[in-house]
Each structure stands twice: as structure tokens, then as C-alpha cells.
């Protein structure tokens, strides 16, 4: 019952740059934020992962529940994947967290439960009607002492939640991630760890949020909200089901808990038309060591080096057939529904692996201004194969301009190459957790402190890369999780706390 943060990249809408009030000309001396790239120790592994062999569904909207591909905690393994099974929403569960754990995500995947429900939002003498799609989010979240480190029974979200334990804005259907820490305030505890001993999960969706509103006795913050009831054969509110995986990952052995380094493989879908009629300058066999696709890794290699992230394997998969003649010359991301386009293709990713996948399709939408878009802040990190696994990215520059030789800084503004890396590089941002650091509103930032935040008052409508790159009030535009992407505006910056949440993710090992 929340409105949702869009995940997507956009090109700016406007073209022309509003000024800054009292900054233009001269601008004050102001100096983008930005974390010193790590050094990797070894250039990444480009692997022809040959054709994805996930079969043709037909009209079938897949919502298969995964597993994770970590290791399950047991006697000799103390961090990675705990399976807490099938849970009714309302179910207050118990999980374990040994000593030395840098971060937790807690992920719902549905097994049963209604799809959408008509909302009524009473205020005053007015009242709000709308059909929302339902949500997987947990509905609680408890420390071993008990503290509530987050609760969804509320009204709205803070413009700003850097002092809040644990900030989520990305609600989704059927699949819903939740990790800490990502917020400042909860960096600075979880600095010498996340505390040990039995956290708690309540279990929740819309739907139960819909039960308890109708309830006897409403909690105060959903006080105004009335749901209809589910229609006949739908399942009601109160016993939607969803499989819940708790995900450890373990603290640095040194230092801050959260590791200074680590090393993410990802995997490069190529979902291009059938052949005759490609529109990608590559397949799976040629992009190992075709020229557009090496420059596309070195620059988000590059970009991600920022995070304190090294690129270990990346694997190159061709979209089967069916997926190509489906999806191969354009996917819509009109439909935000799980059985719609852009969801469907990330059911795509391979379960089982440990990756980050990327979708490069030849286009998004039809003429619409979307770069990239991800399936849920944060992804449903080692868990492949969901409505939610993985993003997608517009290939459409791949190869086009002309690009710096190898190893040259990074050139969003000439070569087509890195302009692919940028959107690739900033929807892996938000699958490893990031936000954006000001929405197109100019009036909800991301949870940290590090990173500038851009007013209204910067702009005279939609907030744009250009006016927030002027002081540190008017900040933000050069920064990889800007909401748009300019050319001419856009470094690809990250900060120190940007590293560290990316780095809180399952999928870094
Ligand atoms: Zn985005």
C-alpha cells in the first residue's frame, strides 16, 4: 500500500537544462562524491555459455518458486542459504544468525495467494479507490532483542530513509527481497556485524495487510484503508502462502564486516531477433572476443570497480528460439504485472547459478525513453529463475560510435558500448540494492547520507542530470544511481556506502 520507486533508467525528458536558482553562473566550488576504483587482481573470464536451454512455457504466466544457489546452512557451513519453508502470511518465524554475519535478505516467492485487490483509502470526506497488484514484502522484521528493524504496517515510506534501520520502497508481485543493512544509520551499527541470535520474520503481502485493515481491531497506521473481499475461488487475504529463504552472508575476517572487496559473476543474455533479421551485433560463440562486447565488459568492469567489485566469470547465453521470436525485437515494459513481458523474459535466468543476468534486448518498449529496468530493489540475489531475477537493458547502441582503445576511460557520449555498460551498470546497482539518489520528483532520496540529493527547487520540472551537478544541494547527476542518464552529465560515480551496500549482497562472493 505503498507507491512504488521506479526501477527504471530514462533518458532525460527535458532537453534543455534548468539552472540551478543562485548557482548559475558562477557555480560554488562543488566536487562530486565518489569511492576510489579497487584494483583488481585478474581481467574477468568470457565465457560462450551456448543457448539458455529454459523450455518454451507457452501462455503460461511461469511463477515457479527457486531455490537459492548457496550453500544450505548446516553443521559445517554456518553462512548462506536457510529455508524457512512455507508460511502463511501473519506467521512470525524464527531464523538463525551465527556470529560474524555481514548482512541478511529475507526472500517471499508466492505459493498461493490472491493477485490484486480493489483498495479504498478513506480521508476526510474523500475516498480513494484502486486496484493494486499484491505485493510480496514482509511485514516485520526483528532483531534478538526484539527491536523493529522494519515494519510495512505503515502509511507511506520517509522521503529520506538514512536514519531509518532499514529503508524498502520496491514493491513487486509473487517474489519481494528485503536486506539489511542498506541505510546509513544501519551501516554505521552493522560496521562490527549484524547482531547474533534468533531474528524473526513475519510473513506478509497487501493481502494481509487488506486482513488486518478489515480486522476487528485495525493497527492504528492502517487506519481509513478497507480492501474489498477476494472474489469466489480466490485465496483470502489472511492465508496467502509464500516461501521464505533467509540468505547469510558472512562478516570479513578483519575490519569492517562488510568485506572491502569482493567479486561478482554475471551472465549477458542476448535475446535478439531470429535470424534473418538480427538487430545485435553478436551472438553467445562471437562475443567472447567480439570488439563491441569486450569494450561493453572493460567499461563495467570499470563502472562496478567503483563498488570495490571485481568481475569473476561472465557467461554469454542465447535466448532460445521461442524467447527470440517472443521477445527478440522489442520487450514492452508497459506491463508491470508478473505475467507481463519484461517479467516473464527474467524467468529467463538460469537457476542454480550464483549470477547477476542481464537481458540485453535490441529495444524497450516502442519509442519510450527506458534504458534499462530491474526486477525488484534488491533482486532476489542467488535465487534464478524468478519474475524478479535479473534486469533488462537496451543493446540498441552495442557496437555503434566510436570507442576509446582498451582500457581508455569510459565514454558514454561517443561510444554505444559503454553507453550499454552505464544502463547495465546501474540496473546491477539496484540488483545489488541500491536506490536512486533522487527520484524524478525530486522529493525522495535514497537511504544515504554519502550521496548528494537533488531538490526541487534545482529544477523547474522533473529533476535532471544536469541541474544536479552544481553544489552539494543541487548533487547527484554525475552519480551511476541517478534516476536519468545524460551524456554529457552521467560518470558512472559511486560512493564509499554505495560500495558497501552493493557489497552486503549474496551474490558478491
Ligand atoms: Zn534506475
Given at each position: 500500500?505503498?507507491?512504488?520507486?521506479?526501477?527504471?533508467?530514462?533518458?532525460?525528458?527535458?532537453?534543455?537544462?534548468?539552472a540551478?536558482?543562485?548557482?548559475?553562473?558562477?557555480?560554488?566550488p562543488?566536487?562530486e562524491p565518489?569511492?576510489?576504483?579497487?584494483?583488481?587482481?585478474?581481467?574477468?573470464?568470457?565465457v560462450?555459455?551456448?543457448?539458455?536451454?529454459?523450455?518454451?512455457?507457452?501462455?503460461t504466466?511461469?511463477q515457479?518458486v527457486?531455490?537459492?544457489?548457496?550453500?544450505?546452512?548446516?553443521?559445517?557451513?554456518?553462512?548462506?542459504?536457510?529455508?524457512?519453508?512455507?508460511?502463511?502470511?501473519?506467521e512470525?518465524?524464527?531464523?538463525p544468525?551465527?556470529?560474524?554475519?555481514?548482512?541478511?535478505?529475507?526472500?517471499e516467492?508466492v505459493?498461493?495467494?490472491?493477485?490484486?485487490?480493489?483498495?479504498?483509502?478513506?480521508?476526510?470526506?474523500?475516498?480513494?479507490?484502486?486496484?493494486?497488484?499484491?505485493?510480496?514484502?514482509?511485514?516485520?522484521?526483528?532483531?534478538?532483542?526484539?527491536?523493529?528493524v522494519?515494519?510495512?504496517?505503515?502509511?507511506?515510506?520517509?522521503?529520506?530513509?538514512?536514519?531509518?534501520?532499514?529503508?524498502?520502497?520496491?514493491?513487486?508481485?509473487?517474489t519481494?527481497?528485503?536486506s539489511?543493512?542498506?541505510?546509513?544509520?544501519?551501516?554505521?551499527?552493522?560496521?562490527?556485524?549484524?547482531?547474533?541470535?534468533?531474528?524473526?520474520?513475519?510473513?506478509?503481502?497487501?493481502?494481509?495487510?487488506?486482513?488486518l485493515?478489515?480486522?476487528?481491531?485495525?493497527?492504528?497506521?492502517?487506519?481509513?484503508?478497507?480492501?474489498?473481499?477476494?472474489?469466489?475461488?480466490?485465496?483470502?487475504?489472511?492465508?496467502g502462502?509464500?516461501?521464505v529463504?533467509?540468505?547469510?552472508r558472512?562478516?570479513?575476517?578483519?575490519?569492517?564486516?562488510?568485506?572491502?572487496?569482493?567479486?561478482?559473476?554475471?551472465?549477458?543474455?542476448?535475446?535478439d531477433?531470429?535470424?534473418?533479421?538480427?538487430?545485435?551485433?553478436?551472438?553467445?560463440?562471437?562475443?567472447?572476443t567480439?570488439?563491441?562486447?569486450?569494450?561493453?565488459?572493460?567499461?563495467?568492469?570499470v563502472?562496478?570497480?567503483?563498488?570495490?567489485?571485481?568481475?569473476?566469470?561472465?557467461?554469454?547465453?542465447?535466448?532460445?528460439?521461442?524467447?527470440?521470436?517472443?521477445?527478440?525485437?522489442?520487450?514492452?515494459?508497459?506491463?508491470?504485472?508478473?505475467?507481463?513481458?519484461f517479467?516473464?523474459?527474467?524467468?529467463?535466468s538460469?537457476?542454480?547459478?550464483?549470477t547477476l543476468?542481464?537481458?540485453?534486448?535490441?529495444?524497450?518498449?516502442?519509442?519510450?525513453?527506458?534504458?534499462?529496468?530491474?526486477?525488484?530493489?534488491?533482486?532476489?540475489a542467488?535465487?534464478?529463475?524468478t519474475?524478479a531475477?535479473?534486469?533488462?537493458?537496451?543493446?540498441?547502441?552495442?557496437?555503434?560510435?566510436?570507442?576509446?582503445?582498451?582500457?581508455?576511460?569510459?565514454?558514454?557520449?561517443?561510444?554505444?558500448?559503454?553507453?550499454v555498460?552505464?544502463?547495465?551498470?546501474?540496473?546491477?546497482?539496484?540488483?545489488?540494492?541500491?536506490?536512486?539518489?533522487?527520484?524524478?520528483d525530486?522529493?525522495?532520496?535514497d537511504?544515504?547520507?554519502?550521496?548528494?540529493?537533488?531538490?526541487?527547487?534545482?529544477?523547474?520540472?522533473?529533476?535532471?542530470?544536469?541541474?544536479?551537478?552544481?553544489?552539494?544541494?543541487?548533487?547527484?547527476?554525475?552519480?551511476?544511481?541517478?534516476?536519468?542518464?545524460?551524456?554529457?552529465?552521467s560518470?558512472?560515480?559511486?560512493?564509499?556506502?554505495?560500495?558497501?551496500v552493493?557489497?552486503?549482497?549474496?551474490l558478491?562472493?
Open positions: 500500500m505503498h507507491e512504488a520507486v521506479p526501477r527504471r533508467l530514462a533518458l532525460p525528458i527535458l532537453a534543455t537544462l534548468a540551478c536558482p543562485g548557482a548559475d553562473p558562477p557555480f560554488p562543488y566536487e565518489r569511492a576510489p576504483a579497487v584494483r583488481c587482481p585478474s581481467a574477468p573470464v568470457l560462450n555459455g551456448g543457448t539458455n536451454p529454459a523450455p518454451d512455457p507457452g501462455a504466466c511461469v515457479a527457486r531455490d537459492s544457489a548457496l550453500p544450505a546452512v548446516s553443521a559445517s557451513a554456518t553462512h548462506g542459504w536457510i529455508d524457512l519453508g512455507e508460511r502463511t502470511v501473519g512470525v518465524v524464527p531464523f544468525v551465527p556470529p560474524g554475519t555481514a548482512s541478511i535478505t529475507v526472500i516467492q505459493v498461493d495467494a490472491a493477485a490484486r485487490m480493489t483498495i479504498h483509502f478513506a480521508s476526510g470526506s474523500t475516498t480513494q479507490t484502486f486496484i493494486e497488484e499484491n505485493a510480496a514484502v514482509v511485514a516485520e522484521l526483528r532483531d534478538p532483542a526484539g527491536f523493529l522494519f515494519t510495512d504496517i505503515r502509511l507511506g515510506g520517509p522521503s529520506d530513509g538514512s536514519a531509518t534501520p532499514l529503508f524498502f520502497e520496491s514493491y513487486a508481485a509473487v519481494g527481497t528485503l539489511y543493512p542498506n541505510t546509513s544509520a544501519a551501516l554505521e551499527v552493522a560496521a562490527s556485524g549484524v547482531a547474533a541470535g534468533d531474528w524473526t520474520v513475519r510473513v506478509g503481502d497487501y493481502g494481509y495487510e487488506c486482513a485493515a478489515g480486522s476487528p481491531d485495525p493497527p492504528a497506521a492502517l487506519a481509513g484503508f478497507s480492501c474489498d473481499p477476494p472474489g469466489a475461488g480466490v485465496t483470502p487475504f489472511a492465508q502462502r509464500y516461501r529463504f533467509v540468505l547469510t558472512p562478516a570479513a575476517p578483519t575490519g569492517s564486516a562488510i568485506p572491502a572487496t569482493g567479486t561478482l559473476d554475471v551472465a549477458f543474455h542476448l535475446v531477433a531470429l535470424a534473418p533479421g538480427q538487430l545485435m551485433p553478436v551472438d553467445a560463440a562471437s562475443a567472447p567480439h570488439a563491441a562486447t569486450l569494450r561493453m565488459v572493460d567499461a563495467y568492469a563502472l562496478l570497480s567503483q563498488a570495490g567489485l571485481c568481475l569473476g566469470t561472465v557467461t554469454f547465453l542465447d535466448a532460445p528460439d521461442w524467447a527470440r521470436s517472443r521477445f527478440g525485437t522489442g520487450v514492452s515494459d508497459a506491463d508491470g504485472s508478473a505475467c507481463g513481458e517479467s516473464q523474459l527474467l524467468t529467463l538460469v537457476p542454480g547459478q550464483r543476468d542481464l537481458f540485453l534486448v535490441p529495444r524497450i518498449g516502442s519509442g519510450s525513453a527506458t534504458l534499462g529496468i530491474d526486477g525488484t530493489i534488491p533482486g532476489p542467488t535465487v534464478n529463475g519474475v531475477s535479473g534486469a533488462m537493458v537496451s543493446a540498441a547502441n552495442l557496437g555503434a560510435g566510436t570507442c576509446p582503445a582498451a582500457g581508455g576511460p569510459v565514454d558514454v557520449l561517443r561510444c554505444g558500448s559503454d553507453e555498460a552505464y544502463i547495465a551498470a546501474h540496473e546491477s546497482g539496484h540488483y545489488l540494492g541500491l536506490y536512486h539518489l533522487t527520484e524524478h525530486g522529493r525522495h532520496w537511504p544515504l547520507t554519502g550521496t548528494p540529493s537533488c531538490r526541487t527547487s534545482c529544477s523547474s520540472a522533473e529533476v535532471s542530470p544536469a541541474a544536479c551537478a552544481r553544489s552539494t544541494t543541487c548533487g547527484g547527476g554525475p552519480n551511476l544511481m541517478f534516476w536519468s542518464f545524460d551524456p554529457l552529465v560518470r558512472g560515480y559511486l560512493t564509499a556506502e554505495q560500495g558497501q552493493a557489497r552486503t549482497s549474496p558478491v562472493r
